[in-house]
């Protein structure tokens, strides 16, 4: 997992805001889909530890300031409660917010 991903997300996190996709892998230089094969591992990885998804801070072009369908497929894969998609976003969100260093 790349240093800089994870520290753009801390500061994310912390400060309560929300990327793009494409603006977050132009930020670190990376190929879109790059971008996000690094963010669902690092969804399975906050999965494992019990720990608020990261990567629910992107947000994808055309989701209304959700993030992309592949968030929620993976997210459904891993056994989280998709039933009401916006309120587990705000959720994840909002965790990550409390537990920013």
Same mark, same amino acid.
């Given at each position: 997992m790349s240093d800089a991903l994870l520290a753009r997300l801390a500061t994310l996190g912390a400060a309560g805001q929300t990327i793009s996709y494409g603006a977050l892998a132009r930020d670190l230089g990376l190929r879109v889909a790059d971008l996000t094969a690094a963010l669902e591992a690092l969804m +399975? +990885?906050?999965?494992?530890?019990g720990k608020p998804l990261r990567a629910a801070l992107c947000e994808g072009r055309l989701s209304a300031g959700l993030p992309a369908k592949g968030f929620f497929l993976k997210a459904a894969s891993l056994g989280f409660d998709l039933s009401d998609p916006a309120a587990f976003v705000a959720s994840q969100r909002a965790a990550l917010a409390l537990t920013a260093p």
């Amino acid at each position: 997992m790349s240093d800089a991903l994870l520290a753009r997300l801390a500061t994310l996190g912390a400060a309560g805001q929300t990327i793009s996709y494409g603006a977050l892998a132009r930020d670190l230089g990376l190929r879109v889909a790059d971008l996000t094969a690094a963010l669902e591992a690092l969804m +399975e +990885e906050d999965a494992k530890n019990g720990k608020p998804l990261r990567a629910a801070l992107c947000e994808g072009r055309l989701s209304a300031g959700l993030p992309a369908k592949g968030f929620f497929l993976k997210a459904a894969s891993l056994g989280f409660d998709l039933s009401d998609p916006a309120a587990f976003v705000a959720s994840q969100r909002a965790a990550l917010a409390l537990t920013a260093p």
